[in-house]
């Protein structure tokens, strides 16, 4: 032992110091929130919804839109629209967590109470410039199917503004590209919480 | 919450308190042999000698000029066959784990360069799923950090462990398999990503079963630095050795700790991510690029760092403070707010790691700068221990509240993680590549000028990357800060800043390829220096005492 008491000190300090750090930061976080209910007004998610939610996570529009409003205090993302500052309650559902940490693009965790048409989200995700100018999310083409002529029976065509549509060809959404704007449109957390909800923030 | 507040500000008490009687008992045993302690990386007829494999003979000759005029003084025949073996010992292992990283690097760059571009080209490649922005972005940082970085370090840490133990490599094996497994992770894990099945946590993209790769490619990974401890022929553990040593225990408990199948859960998750997020940083890359600028610059120097017990107290502070940073990657959000203020108090006290990391280094360099001209090593390195303190600064205001509400969500936050990540760590990694491979191949890189190619590049690259973003992002968290101010402007106004990054990316990138095409021409190289004991290591002693190398 005493030939090696160095490596004895290098082992047992360094799992000291990431015990300390896991405790403080995920085991006592783990105890607090694991106690946090999901407010009676916000409904679990549908089987689309999360189904839309897992194409979000898979083309990452995590990395450039946040789900975390902020204290008006601390930031004017309430008078954006973006919603009252979120709690932890808010989140019970969700799986993965989404809070996010840029904002290329805006906050969405309101974005089903601002843009609450499906034609929107859809048009938008087609061809982002055709309703917002100066955008830079990318389109996301991959998500729709193009053909020539009217739309066939039973398919919904996209309707896109006119400088923007193409003349002959029928766009229509992948059942993918229903399940984001379903889950897009469900992302609403207008409802009042109560101060049982905020955890223990 | 009262009593969580209680609990946490008595052990954190508790735990500070603990950790400076642990420093003290390490100091004190080391007030003593300190000076010995420092000076365990050199041979005893060695010190005063410069070791610089990546530099010109022209230019070894003026830097041993520099470090101290006159003759160099002949390591004895033992000593210098003993370095030999160790190093033969080690040049397998740290060649597959170079060879794969600077792959890694190249692939990595591109997807970089390519999410650059993406940023004010948002109709450029939108037709494949697989290259759209939100799947070629975690791509590119997946690819640096678990292929480039992880595996530079490792492959860095390797070679140093039988140089500073003074003794050869025990099981090499363990590393060749552990290296194999991490290298089908990542390609795994990128994979998964492209193909839309990552897990969504930033850090944390890779699916359990490439994330179950790495924590057993890591953990095989760190095996022979625990065999070869204990063969070891030094009394001291030189700090580098502490800082490889904790980072290879840290690295697959903390993987293993954040990919815990159905534990993490809702906002939990976010801290966790966090949480992991940084101390990846603090716990793996720092101490395994600190590791390697506390070797390479006295080596290169001849000249035993400056305060040993210093960097032994930069050690365990590194340790205790920087663990606990993650949480201020969520002020402002919807977490305990005693989690977050802990996480602020934490960033601002890295700045007594950062001192001692600083101070020792820039004192060892002092009186020496002229060095920097004839080494490739030191230019690297010492320009990335200096990137090291001037991000971790950045880091600590960062994490103010008032500054953080400005740079928070904004692309400000991405140019602070290349300073650490690519300024610091990366360059320091060039370093140390330059330095290691000569001594791994027997040969010497064929073309210096190669090398300036790579530095220059890098160096203008990095500046207009960094300085354009930082102003950008900073603009753009203004104008999202202002509510009179549509969201739209926050928007317009990075972008020259984006493209000017795509610029700096852009020349980033050719220089990478320029330190991959030589990194493969000299591997390839069927040529052997024309001073024949150069291929078993050591051009300068090898010629005052050829027969010991022969």
């Not at chain 2, 003759?71 to 060879?99: F, I, K, Y």
């Not at chain 2, 193909?195 to 994330?211: D, I, K, N, Q, V």
Request: one cysteine or more.
């Amino acid at each position: 032992m005493s030939r090696h008491i160095d490596e004895f000190k290098l082992v047992v300090g360094s799992m000291a110091m990431l015990g300390i750090a896991v405790s403080a930061l995920v085991v006592v976080p783990h105890m607090l929130l694991s106690t946090v209910r999901p407010p009676a007004a916000l409904k679990p998610y549908t089987e689309q919804q999360l189904r839309g939610r897992e194409v979000y996570v898979a083309n990452g529009c995590v990395y450039c839109h946040s789900q975390q409003p902020r204290d008006p205090a601390q930031a004017p993302d309430f008078s954006r629209g973006w919603g009252r500052p979120s709690v932890a309650a808010d989140y019970a559902y969700d799986k993965p967590h989404l809070l996010g940490t840029m904002r290329t693009g805006p906050d969405l965790f309101n974005i089903g109470v601002r843009q609450p048409s499906v034609d929107w989200h859809l048009g938008h995700l087609y061809q982002p410039r055709a309703y917002t100018e100066g955008s830079t999310m990318p389109a996301f083409p991959f998500l729709f199917n193009e053909h020539p002529g009217p739309p066939a029976a039973g398919e919904k065509a996209i309707n896109l503004p006119p400088q923007y549509a193409k003349p002959g060809v029928t766009v229509v959404a992948s059942k993918e590209a229903e399940d984001l704007a379903a889950y897009l449109l469900s992302l609403d957390h207008s409802y009042p919480v109560l101060p049982a909800d905020r955890g223990s923030r | 919450m009262d009593m969580s507040v209680s609990l946490l500000l008595a052990s954190f008490i508790l735990s500070l308190g603990g950790l400076f009687i642990f420093i003290a008992s390490m100091t004190r045993g080391l007030f003593g042999t300190a000076e010995e302690g420092s000076r365990v990386i050199f041979s005893p007829d060695e010190e005063n000698v410069s070791e610089e494999p990546a530099a010109t003979r022209a230019d070894q000759a003026l830097l041993q000029n520099e470090v101290r005029s006159g003759a160099a003084t002949a390591m004895n025949a033992s000593d210098l066959a003993a370095r030999v073996a160790a190093d033969q010992s080690s040049a397998g292992p740290a060649l597959v784990c170079l060879s794969f990283a600077v792959l890694w690097l190249v692939l990595g760059s591109f997807a970089g360069l390519i999410s650059s571009l993406k940023l004010h080209l948002p109709d450029w490649l939108v037709s494949e799923a697989w290259l759209t922005f939100g799947r070629i972005r975690p791509a590119h940082l997946n690819a640096v950090i678990y292929g480039w970085s992880s595996l530079a370090g490792v492959g860095i840490a390797l070679w140093m462990i039988p140089r500073l133990l003074k003794t050869e490599l025990v099981g090499a094996r363990y590393a060749y398999a552990g290296a194999i497994v991490w290298n089908v992770g990542v390609v795994g894990g990128i994979a998964s990503i492209l193909l839309g099945y990552s897990t969504g946590l930033e850090w944390l993209e890779f699916p359990l079963p490439a994330a179950a790769l790495l924590v057993i490619g890591g953990a095989f990974m760190g095996v022979p630095l625990i065999l070869t401890l204990q063969n070891r022929k030094v009394k001291h553990l030189y700090v580098s050795v502490w800082y490889m040593g904790a980072a290879l225990l840290w690295f697959p408990l903390l993987y293993a700790v954040a990919n815990a199948p159905g534990v993490h859960f809702g906002v939990e998750q976010a801290t966790m991510n966090w949480w992991y997020g940084h101390n990846v940083l603090g716990l793996w890359f720092t101490p395994l690029g600190l590791a390697a600028a506390y070797y390479f610059i006295p080596k290169v120097l001849g000249t035993p760092i400056y305060s040993y017990n210093l960097s032994l107290l930069g050690f365990w502070t590194l340790a205790f403070f920087y663990s606990q940073v993650g949480g201020h990657h969520l002020i402002g959000g919807p977490v305990p707010t005693w989690l977050i203020t802990l996480s602020i108090v934490q960033s601002m006290m890295m700045v007594v790691p950062v001192f001692a990391v600083a101070v020792n280094q820039h004192m060892t360099v002092l009186g020496h700068f002229s060095a920097l001209r004839y080494s490739p090593t030191l230019r690297f390195i010492v320009l990335g221990a200096m990137m090291y303190t001037l991000a971790s600064v950045q880091g600590s205001l960062e994490a103010l509240r008032t500054v953080n509400t400005v740079t928070h969500f904004t692309h400000f936050t991405i140019a602070h993680a290349h300073l650490g990540l690519y300024g610091f760590f990366a360059m320091v990694m060039f370093g140390s590549i330059y330095f290691v491979m000569p001594r791994v191949l027997g040969r010497e890189w064929p073309h210096a000028a190669l090398i300036s190619a790579h530095f220059w590049l890098v160096v203008a690259g990095f500046t207009i990357y960094f300085i354009g973003l930082s102003i950008g992002g900073w603009l753009q968290g203004m104008a999202m800060l202002d509510a009179k101010q549509p969201f739209m402007n926050s928007v317009a106004v990075t972008l020259p800043y984006l493209q000017s990054r795509s610029l700096g990316g852009a020349l980033m990138t050719l220089g990478h390829l320029v330190f991959a095409a030589h990194f493969f021409l000299m591997a390839f190289s069927r040529k052997t220096s024309e001073a024949g004991p150069t291929r078993f290591g050591f051009p300068k002693l090898a010629r005052v005492n050829p027969g010991a190398a022969a």
